[in-house]
């Protein structure tokens, strides 16, 4: 019995289940370049190349093991406008009996998937997607009865339940959490460590060319296309992190510098979301490091927690609560995006630099996405769906399953504190603190109003200002509020009157 196995961009796992039990020269896999997912949102050029490039080597290996695979490429002389249409078009080419297909990333896509049943001729079974720790089942679970979540409360279940990094019931060092050692700012007088890349090979530059016809408009460059396209060459940029950037990885994993959005960060987000790489493979290999006295504890728990805590948990956080989480607006945010977000015009040095590297490799780490333009998004109050799209559209690791709750519940706070037990609220002095930003910078973090005053701080103490209603209670913000009260009523009108002006455009920023 012919089975067709219809396998998405990102799923490019020979152990997925949707493949675990194909059978070469019986089973037909099906993958397909469509217009519909490359344009939903207007994807940054290296991501809609890094996954069709990753698509058409996976396709080659499955051929290489027998497999009869059906590639409907974008170029081609018919192409397929959606999943849909190539679903429905190979259907009526392949006598199959089945159609077999593993879960999304996305609540639309799998509402896609499941009106595959109304129009295809054949049932179609939909699995779960097990690449994951935690399965969504099990994270209902857990999360049941709960009207907010915490992430370190489920980070200590996985630990204990995968028994990793323990001592029989105990962390291993004795403590769950090394945050506060983490949060050096980069050594003025050390040059950042040189990113491995990886040379495009005839298949990538046959899709570097296609997606610079096809998509001259959408944001980003190409020339600096340096990801690994092969689970060999994902290992090999694994191995990489493991070996020469992991040590160092812990001491400074919160710090920024200018023309630098790397620095000891791993970098396979996007070999991990798009299933070049596993979650356990790459946990196992940090794990072993420290076992091997190769990396200390602090750079190794930092790791961990962010594959088998902070990934696990926003999955989770997402398939519970969506559809209605997308919705949810919390404080209110009505603003558009700003146009620097786009074009990173602007003399806010940091927001102009991770624009500029966002352009220039379709990353950004996460303190830069998170303290710079997360942070700005929700002090300038800029709707959800807004800022949402954008991170969607800018980063090559971005899938919606872990871009809207990391956007919409950790940056933005737009879920009510679902996700977060406080907004990530933060002034300049942040960035100074932790960045060269400022040096370089017309505006003073230290000042809150004034022409010369720094976007970030005014903004700031406006925001606690326009939310005191919703958040002076919150104890995580006691301090800032406990500050914001000896503030006069004419430096309150004043900063009121500057970030007015900021967000309006009506003083330069």
């Known amino acids: 019995m012919t089975t067709l196995r219809f396998v998405l961009g990102d799923q490019l796992t020979r152990d997925l289940s949707s493949l675990r039990d194909a059978a070469p020269g019986t089973d037909v896999i099906l993958m397909a370049e469509v217009p519909e997912e490359t344009t939903y949102v207007r994807h940054h050029k290296q991501k809609i190349a890094f996954l069709f490039s990753a698509m058409r080597h996976f396709a080659e290996e499955l051929r290489a093991e027998g497999f009869d695979v059906r590639y409907i490429r974008l170029d081609d002389a018919a192409p397929c406008a959606s999943f849909t249409d190539a679903l429905l078009r190979t259907l009526a080419e392949t006598p199959a009996a089945r159609v077999i297909v593993t879960e999304p990333g996305e609540y639309r896509v799998l509402e896609i998937m499941r009106s595959w049943e109304a129009v295809a001729p054949v049932p179609v079974e939909i699995r779960a997607d097990d690449r994951f720790y935690c399965s969504i089942d099990d994270f209902r679970r857990w999360a049941k009865g709960k009207s907010s979540y915490r992430l370190e409360y489920f980070y200590r279940d996985l630990r204990r339940r995968f028994d990793i990094l323990m001592d029989g019931d105990d962390p291993v060092g004795g403590q769950w959490n090394f945050d506060a050692e983490n949060r050096k700012p980069w050594p003025k007088k050390r040059a950042p460590p040189k990113r491995l890349a990886f040379k495009p090979d005839e298949i990538t530059r046959e899709v570097l060319a296609l997606v610079a016809d096809r998509f001259p408009d959408h944001f980003g460059d190409l020339d600096a296309f340096g990801w690994a396209v092969t689970r060999d060459d994902a290992l090999r940029a694994l191995d990489w992190f493991i070996g020469d950037a992991l040590p160092h990885f812990g001491d400074h994993q919160d710090a920024m510098l200018e023309d630098a959005p790397f620095l000891y960060h791993s970098v396979i987000s996007p070999y991990l979301n798009a299933g070049l790489l596993t979650a356990r493979e790459v946990v196992d290999a940090a ?223």
Not at 325 to 332: D, E, F, I, K, P
Not at 358 to 366: C, E, G, I, L, S
């Open 287 to 509: 794990v072993d490091a420290f076992a091997r006295d190769a990396a200390p504890l602090n750079a190794v728990e930092g790791f961990v927690r962010q594959i088998l805590g902070w990934r696990e948990y926003v999955r989770g956080v997402y398939w519970v609560r969506m559809p209605d989480y997308a919705q949810t607006n919390a404080l209110g945010a009505d603003r558009p995006l700003p146009w620097f977000y786009w074009s990173g015009e602007t003399d806010m040095a940091c927001v102009r630099d991770v624009v500029a590297v966002t352009r220039r490799h379709a990353y950004a780490h996460h303190i830069q996405r998170l303290m710079v333009t997360g942070v700005l998004g929700l002090l300038w109050g800029v709707r959800p769906a807004e800022l949402e799209a954008w991170y969607l559209a800018v980063y090559a690791d971005a899938f919606d399953w872990v871009e809207l709750p990391n956007v919409h519940g950790m940056a933005l706070y737009a879920d009510g504190g679902v996700l977060a037990s406080k907004p990530y609220a933060a002034g300049g002095a942040y960035i100074n603190r932790m960045s060269n930003y400022c040096a370089g910078c017309r505006f003073d973090p230290k000042k809150r109003t004034g022409e010369d005053a720094c976007p970030f701080t005014t903004l700031y103490w406006d925001f606690l200002m326009r939310q005191s209603e919703k958040l002076s209670g919150n104890v995580r913000l006691a301090m800032p509020y406990r500050s914001l009260a000896n503030f006069s009523e004419e430096e309150r009108t004043a900063i009121k009157a500057r970030a007015d002006a900021v967000r309006d455009g009506t003083t330069p920023v």
